[in-house]
């Protein structure tokens, strides 16, 4: 498939995004190359974990784009009970359309944690590989000079037409050290996570799952210094929306 | 060539001449107002009031003004769906006209050169799914080729609590967002029972490959559906003696529905279709595309109400209106048929092209083979369970299966094989598009000029839809010389049908009746199939050529359609 630039797009894009509304829409002309802007709040959970602990946890995306490119800016983070944000992260990438299911993504990534801030490049893809897989993968260059990859893999397996069992997994690795921020070359972190959630509509399903994470090689080692535990599961309680 | 064409234009101008003093003057307003049908309440947009608008009615030979005034809060604009008439007056906006501001009044006027049943709507934004439709009769200036005692327009509409601004956000944002008949771990089960489990398991990794799912066969659901805009339970009605033959004037003025209709216990003899006569051909059912029009003639005898049955192809429900011998009277509604599966036959070659891997390899067509036999059994039976066929025992069942399966036609609108096909619920005739044979031979019959071919594309995730590949604000339009006869070569690339409407000229659709294919303006094009149409140019101007289905259309599967004068050089070469 030919994927067609309309190089007028970005200006309306950052206009849209300065007004941040639709205007009437007329002609299909106009309709079949309008701006669309979703809100999307993939997660927005509390963990329970082993000790106890409470986590606030968030990830979630706003695109304004049309069918073929766009910004996305996407952010995640977590916030134990009172506080303050353990991590945070944002980032603004450039989607644009490269086959009927992908949408190839360039950007920044900029973390926000404890202990040094880190700006990334991002290059990835984003879109629903065949067997009806969620897949958001990319590339971070750090302004350290670090190199790391992320896959992170969704699929909704449909218990009914509402109820929704979804497994995810989220894999790390990193290509050389970054010890002030505790990040080890190798497979660094992964995660797994299992949710159970019931769309009370398309646009509002409460959740209930677990979490599961842990560190590994030197990343595992990092975390051990510092006495914190490499692994940890938890219970989740929350809700995803968009709109 | 020049000779003919300088005739051709002399009759044009002929015919532009009013032979009587036969004019009319209409006056439409839109307006907002809250309605409430099927219990669902919206401010909806009417005509007049009403939903739908007031049937007008045109006689042949009559010039009409059409006076249309906006009281919207946005544009608005009306078209004469179906009429042949100036380019400025077909109501397009951007195309024709520029559209009907806020508080304006446009005056439509147009001679009137044709007969039948037809109809009109806005052409702006989602204000046709917003209730800004109406029927449209034309009267001929002689009298009709066929006889009946009375008739009524039963004018078909999708109608839903959401605005179609939402309804195109929420199909962008999620493109299976009103599929609620999707395939769960509980159908995998039954399958797994029925077909068994390597079977059930490589039909679903074959649709799965494919990031496709069966189920898709419609995109929007939710809806009620109308019959003159009464839902069900508000059961519109026909008066009938008992021996009168009613013409019933099917309109279907639905954004995203195809419906299957029938009216149990009367044979419908099909004498017209949109808008052009037919060799009356008797069916016990018919599938009506979006934008279709259909005329029937039926003739019930018995003192007793008949329910005229307009049910949904993706089998959420029924347009239900009746037929009775007096008010307050109501026919029996069936169950609701099997929900059909698309089969990979309704998938195109091209589709299973684009995808990443080649997932589709001779094992899994195999296992899609079983699956696709499944389906078929599967209707017939449902089909038959609903009927007369409930008493019988098994072995008459299966007799009655296998004659039947021998001599239906085989529906060549549809693949071989494909999920779609319609079967009518008593067994009986289902009108399929070869049936459609034109009253009277098309005097200019002839091979065409040249052949242009466009592939129905589109983006079935992303929710976009498209021409060549193309969407509407990408492409250049289409360029016809008045006077040539142009073949469209209509290839299907998706999953869904597309009824595909020209405005301002007929395509004859060629269904190998050679100078008997009727004239239609709305075509539609079935998943992964290839359907031809000429189109004779005969009207100079820019119109609008695109699916018929709201989103569709809203979302790119559009073009212009440019008809110029034969060029000077051309003529004097």
Known sequence: MTVRMNYRAPARIALTLLVFGFSSIATAAETDDAIMTRFLLDRFEMRNQDGGEEVLFWEGQINVRTDYQGLAFKTSGERPEGGPTESAEYQLLYQRLISDFFDAQFGIRYDNQPGPSRTYAVAGVQGLAPYFFEVDANLFLSDEGDTSVRLEAEYDLLLTQRLILQPAAELNVAFSDDEAIGVGSGLSSAELGMRLRYELTRKFAPYLGVQWERKFGNTADYARDEGEDIESTAFVLGISAWF | ?573
């Open chain 2, 1 to 573: 060539m020049r000779l003919s064409n300088m005739t051709r234009w002399l009759l044009a101008l002929a015919a532009l001449v009013p032979l009587g003093a036969l004019a009319g003057t209409y006056d439409l307003v839109i307006d907002r107002q809250p309605i409430t049908i099927d219990g669902k309440a919206k401010t909806a947009m009417t005509i007049n009031g009403g939903i739908p608008g007031p049937t007008l009615r045109f006689k042949e030979g009559e010039e009409v003004t059409l006076n249309v005034t906006n009281r919207l809060d946005v544009d608005t604009s009306i078209h004469w769906h179906g009429l042949l008439l100036p380019y400025t007056q077909d109501g397009v906006p951007g195309i024709s006209f520029p559209g009907i501001k806020p508080g304006e009044t446009f005056t439509y006027r147009f001679p009137i050169k044709q007969t039948g049943t037809y109809w009109y709507h806005s052409h702006s934004g989602f204000q046709e799914q917003e209730g800004v439709y109406g029927p449209i009769v034309i009267e001929p200036a002689n009298r009709e080729p066929f006889k009946f005692d009375r008739e009524y327009v039963v004018m078909l509409s999708d109608w839903s609590a959401e605005t179609g601004e939402r309804i195109f956000s929420n199909l962008k944002g999620q493109s299976d967002y009103y599929n609620y008949n999707q395939q769960t771990v509980g159908s995998f089960i039954k399958d797994a029972k029925d077909k068994g489990f390597s079977a059930t398991l490589k039909d679903r990794l074959a649709w799965g490959g494919m990031r496709m799912m069966p189920t898709d066969i419609t995109d929007v659901s939710g809806y009620s559906f109308l019959v003159n805009g009464k839902s069900t339970d508000d059961n519109w009605t026909g008066l009938f003696r008992p021996g009168e033959r009613v013409r019933l004037r099917f309109v279907n003025g639905s954004a995203m529905s195809y419906f299957d209709i029938r009216i149990p216990g009367l044979k419908m003899t099909v004498v017209q279709a949109d808008g052009n006569n037919v060799q009356p051909v008797s069916v016990d059912e018919f599938r009506i595309a979006v934008a279709e029009t259909y005329d029937v003639i039926v003739q019930p005898k018995e003192d007793r109400a008949y329910s005229i049955l307009a049910e949904s192809i993706d089998r959420s429900g029924f347009a239900r209106g009746t037929l009775a011998p007096r008010e307050g009277l109501a026919g029996e509604i069936p169950e609701l048929r099997e929900r059909p599966l698309l089969t990979m036959s309704d998938m195109s070659m091209a589709s299973m092209g684009g995808m990443d891997h080649g997932s589709m390899g001779h094992g899994d067509m195999a296992g899609m083979d079983h699956s696709r036999m499944q389906g078929m059994d599967h209707s017939n039976m449902a089909g038959m369970d609903h009927s007369q066929m409930a008493g019988m025992d098994h072995s008459n069942m299966a007799g009655m299966d296998h004659s039947q399966m021998s001599a239906a036609v085989p529906n060549n609108d549809y693949a071989p094989g494909s999920g779609l096909v319609p079967s009518a619920a008593n067994g009986g005739r289902f009108l399929v598009y070869g049936d459609l044979k034109a009253m009277t031979p098309y005097a200019d019959y002839r091979e065409p000029d040249r052949e242009i071919e466009l592939r129905l594309t589109g983006n079935m995730e992303r929710y976009f839809w498209s021409i060549n590949g193309l969407k509407y604000s990408e492409a250049e339009p289409i360029r016809l010389t008045q006077g040539e006869r142009v073949r469209i070569k209509f290839i299907n690339d998706t999953m869904m049908s597309h009824p595909m409407h020209l405005h301002g000229m007929w395509m004859q659709l060629d269904k190998g009746n050679g100078q008997f294919n009727p004239l239609k303006h709305v075509v539609n094009v079935a998943p992964n199939t290839t359907l031809t149409v000429d189109v004779p140019v005969d009207a100079l101007g820019e119109w609008a050529f695109h699916c018929h289905l709201m989103y569709h259309m809203a979302s790119g599967m559009f073009r212009k359609v440019i008809v110029e004068p034969p060029a000077v050089q051309s003529a004097a070469r």
